[in-house]
Every structure is written in C-alpha cells, then in structure tokens.
C-alpha cells in the first residue's frame, strides 16, 4: 500500500526570521504500522529539522535537505521502529520568503508506504564490486571493529547518515563478513541520544566482566557529539547486533572543543583498559579497571609529525617486525589522522613508531618542524580515519581506512551513496635504507583470495600484479575508449611511485581531485613487485614487500579496458 503523505498534513505556519527568511512548519500525523516514510531529498538545499513526536514526547530528531526544485533521491524513515503508536510528525523549513512552502516538490513527493524497506534508485556506475559500501546514504569513519572468534565474523561499524548521502545524523551503521570482502547489511546499530549524535570509536569484548555489562559482552565507547563532545558507552549482549545504552553517561568529559574518537585496548603491562582518545592536536591517553571511570595518564604529539590540521581517529598497536635470520622484534605504533594536512591536500594518516609503558607512549624518532619527516601510511589522496580490528586472529594487525577526503567527501558523483572503504591490510613493520622502522603495508591474505583465473583482457575490477626492472624506470596505463585514463609511474633516479589520475575521468565535482601523488619507495631493489586492485571507481597499488601504499578514488565515464605496461610485465586477475 502506497499513501501520498500531501494529503495528510495537516497545518502550516509562517514565521518571519532574520535575513529575509521564512521559518515555515508543516505538520502529518502517522502510525508506526504504516511502515516507511520516503523523504525526497535535493543536496542543494539547507538542512530542515524534523521532529518525530507521539505523546506530547520527542522520540528522535533528524535533519533532512527536503526537496524544493526537483528531487536527487529517496530516503526511507522507518515509521515500524516506533510499532503501532500514532506519531506526528513536524517539518521546519528555512526559504526565502518569496518561496511558497507549498511550491515545495517535497510535499507532493512524500510517500508512506508498507511495502518491505528496500533501496530501489540506485543505479551509481560507481557501486564497488568488493569494497564495503552503505547501502545508501553517507559513510565515513570505520568505527568499533572486531572480529568474534566463536561466530567467524568480522564486524565493522562506520559513521552514517541514513538521512541522506552528504554527512549528518551521524549513527552507527553494521556490516560483517567473513572474509573481509563480502559484507552482509546489518540494522543500525546505535542510535542518537540527548547527549548527541554517534561520533567515532572503538569496540572490545569485555571477556572478564570488568564493566558489569555481563561476561563476554561488546562494549563501545564513542563520542558522543551534542553541545559539548563527550565520551559514552554502549554495551551488547547479542554479539554486536544491538546495544544498550549506559544511563551513567557520559564517562569522560572536558571542556576543549575538540574531545573524541576513543580507541580503547586492554593493556597486558598493567592489566586495565588504556583509551587514546584525539584531543585538539595531541592524543592524550586514559586508564580504566571498568571502562567506566577514567584516570589521566599522559599525552603525545607536540613537536612531532604534522600539525596541519585537527588530529583525529588515533590507534595505539603493538606490531612485529621480522628481523634478521627470522627473529622478530616488535614496537608499538600510533596511528593518528589528521585533517587538513595531508601529503597531498587534506585528510590522511600518519603514524608514530616508538614504545608504550603503561603509561606513556614514547616515539623512537626525533621531533621534526613543520611536519617534514612525517611518516604517512598511505600516499594517496583518498585514505583515512584508519584504524584496526579488536581481537584480529593469530595476533595480526588488520587495518582498514576510509577511502575518501575531506576535501570533496560530500561532492563525490555516487549517488545515492556516497564512500567505501578499503579492503583490509596487514600491518607489520620494517627497517627502511635509512635504518629506521617503518609500517609494511600488505593487503590481507582475504584481500590476495581476490584473485581468480589470470586473462588478456582487463576486466572492470581486477587484481593486477606487476614485476618491474629496478634499472629502468616503468610506465604504467589504464585507460578506456574515452580517452580517459590513469597513468603511472616508476622512477628508478628519484627512488619514487607515482600516480596521475589528472585525465582519469570526472574531476569536475572538485577542484581538489584532479591530481598527482607520489611515494617514495624507501627501499631500493632490483626488482620491484607492484600489486593493483582495481574497482569500480578505485586503484590501490601496494609495494609487493609493503614498503608503501598509495589508495585513490577514480570516476571514469566507462570503465578502464586497456593496460599498457612500459619497462615490465603484467599478469592480470578477474575476481572471483
């Protein structure tokens, strides 16, 4: 059953507000068993408020662009969640008081329906084959990873917003997989409160009921983002799928701007949780015994990596190196994101590798000035808010980043979704030609099981291995009948791996896309193995010893059916 909601409102008022701009309210009744509520959205248009009311009580508030021109796409409210209770609900638009509220195509447009909630208009060129996508609607930040031995799954929450493709009503979202490539739709997982929207965080299974919750249970601290950002807890009791939660929030405050993203581990030196949380342009660390209450221990950053920008997402890891005859040897690495400040314009992840106390984090490298012996994880454009699986098998350390910047994130031609992530890597360290530790970069043995049977012809994703001669430097190029194109490039004199993705395809949504990025190699060899995962609108190329990384989004017309080698040789995979 479809029902125009037009025929339902039920009032309208006008306010005149500051700027020459009418405050104009609208109001529909409707029941939580009519089943979905399909808002029709233009991304060019202000944010307007909706309130969803039953019982002279707010049950939840969002922000909607409602449509005033012509409609982009469809966003379902799940009118079900609240079961059969008579709601009303309340629109407050922002216009110029020369717009009529009723020459809004939004309200013609508005439907309820029962129908089973399905996405049905997405029909994006750009949907990745592999990578893991929202079902609709805007993604950022992985958040709160874990992976649950007794189930075999790897779970993976992120930023959303399920409201609309450009970022806001920032929940939880819920995908798991198996094998790190595919990944099944989850209901959302945690919800808004009065505190504030869902920011960024961390999950861990409380295996000796320190917090309570009950044994084994998922606890996830985040940030909870409202008039002040402060740090909240939820816990699950049926293995991440839904959570509670705590009524003694917040557990952390302080009166800085800029307060979150809490990465929290069980620390074996002092036996208590430890959490690095992002404080301005520092990471400052906390100890817990019931992930309740916290005690100051220290901070880190000032003086070193870059300080471009606001630091974000930190991630303390204990990794292994292989050293020598097969010893190994292992430090301890800070991730820390920031933004702006990347190698190439906006949002990227440096790292830090030095020791942990229990207390402090000490780096092993010396301060430097303005950033200029950062070390980056990743040399491209598009990787971010990077961070790694709680409880990763076999003591590895599997990380995963949001491929997209700042810099475009909201302008990417993708709709009705809009980001991906990465597929999933592998962190190790090694010692560079200058002797200093370094993170290897690999994708993960999930990542490699990509590869299928070897072709001639490149296929729209593919895994592409390439073996290029160490004394002569190497061209590489993709491209399409378009003309259209990815060119690049080994240089064997200045020691670096470059990307030009300047003719790949549309950059017009930015004039931050178009670009060239480069890597340096770190360490010189005879040989040198380049591995390529290529996707619907992505290239990650990886240093085959994982020297180096280097992730960038691409938007071409058709896609890439050429690969022309210059200086090695390619073996192309399908996917499996």
């Known amino acids: ?22 405050t ?69 638009t922002w216009l110029p008081d020369t717009v009529r509220r009723d020459k809004m195509v939004c309200w013609e447009a508005i439907r309820i329906t029962n129908d089973e909630l399905k996405i049905t208009n997405d029909d994006s060129p750009y949907r990745s084959l592999y990578h893991q996508t929202p079902a609709y609607g805007w993604m950022n930040d992985p958040n709160g990873m874990y992976y649950d031995e007794a189930s075999g799954l790897w779970h993976l929450y992120y930023q959303h917003n399920p409201y609309g493709a450009m970022w806001g009503n920032m ?46 249970a998922v606890v996830a601290l985040f940030t909870s983002d409202g008039e002040s950002q402060k740090q909240a807890i939820a816990y699950s009791l049926d293995g991440g799928q839904t959570f ?48 309740k209450d916290w005690t100051y221990l220290s901070r880190f950053g000032e003086g070193y990596g870059c300080h471009d920008g ?66 980056w994880l990743d040399y491209g454009k598009d990787h971010y808010a990077t961070v790694t699986w709680h409880n990763a098998p076999d003591n590895r350390v599997v990380a995963i980043g949001w491929m997209s910047n700042w810099q475009y994130a909201n302008q990417l031609p993708t709709l009705p979704f809009r980001s991906q992530n990465t597929i999933a890597r592998d962190l190790s360290l090694y010692i560079d030609d200058a002797g200093e530790y370094r993170v290897a970069v690999k994708p993960s043995p999930e990542s490699m099981a990509l590869r299928g049977e070897v072709v001639n012809n490149l296929p729209d994703a593919a895994v592409v291995e390439l073996t290029l001669d160490g004394k002569q430097d190497a061209l590489i190029t993709l491209a399409n009948d378009k003309g259209e194109k990815v060119v690049m490039t080994l240089d064997v ?28 190699l770190f360490v010189k060899r005879d040989m040198y193995h380049v591995t390529l995962f290529i996707d619907h609108c992505s290239i990650e190329a990886f240093d085959g010893e994982g020297a180096w990384a280097m992730t960038n989004l691409v938007f071409p017309s058709e896609p890439y059916n050429r690969l022309d ?12």
């Open 1 to 22: 059953m479809m029902m125009c909601v037009a025929a339902v409102l039920v009032s309208c008022s006008t306010s005149t507000a500051p700027k020459h701009t009418c």
């Open 24 to 92: 104009q309210v609208s109001v529909l009744r409707a029941n939580g068993s009519d089943g979905v509520l399909w808002l029709p959205v233009q991304e060019s248009m202000g944010e307007a408020n909706i309130r969803i009311l039953a019982d002279n009580n707010q049950l939840e508030f969002i922000r909607v662009r409602l449509a005033k021109d012509s409609i982009d796409y469809f966003v379902p409210y799940e009118l079900s969640r609240w079961g059969g209770r008579d709601l009303v609900i309340e629109f407050r």
């Open 171 to 216: 929940h939880w979202a819920h995908s798991t997989s198996r094998d790190l490539l595919h990944w099944e739709h989850q209901p959302i997982a945690i919800r808004p409160t009065a505190l504030g929207t869902i920011f960024s965080g961390s999950c861990d299974i409380d295996r000796n009921n320190t917090a309570g919750f009950g044994e084994n």
């Open 244 to 291: 509670t939660h705590y009524a003694g929030n917040p557990v952390l405050t302080d009166t800085i701007a800029d307060f979150r993203d809490p990465k929290v581990f069980r620390d074996t030196i002092t036996n208590r949780w430890v959490m690095a949380l992002a404080c301005q342009q520092e990471v400052r660390f906390y100890a817990s015994e019931n992930l």
């Open 310 to 375: 606001v630091w974000e997402c930190p991630d303390l890891i204990k990794v292994q190196s292989d050293k020598g005859q097969g010893t190994k040897e292992s430090k301890w690495v800070l991730l820390v994101n920031i933004n702006p400040g990347g190698p190439f314009g906006g949002s990227a992840t440096q790292y830090f590798v030095g020791d942990w106390d229990g207390k402090e984090f000490k780096c092993e490298n010396s301060k430097c000035e303005n950033g200029q012996k950062t070390k």
């Open 493 to 520: 004199h200045r020691q670096t791996f470059s990307m030009d993705r300047t003719a790949a395809g549309d950059c017009s949504f930015s004039p931050d896309f178009a670009a060239v990025t480069t890597a340096p």
């Open 565 to 576: 080698v210059q200086g090695g040789e390619a073996k192309i995979y399908n996917i499996r």
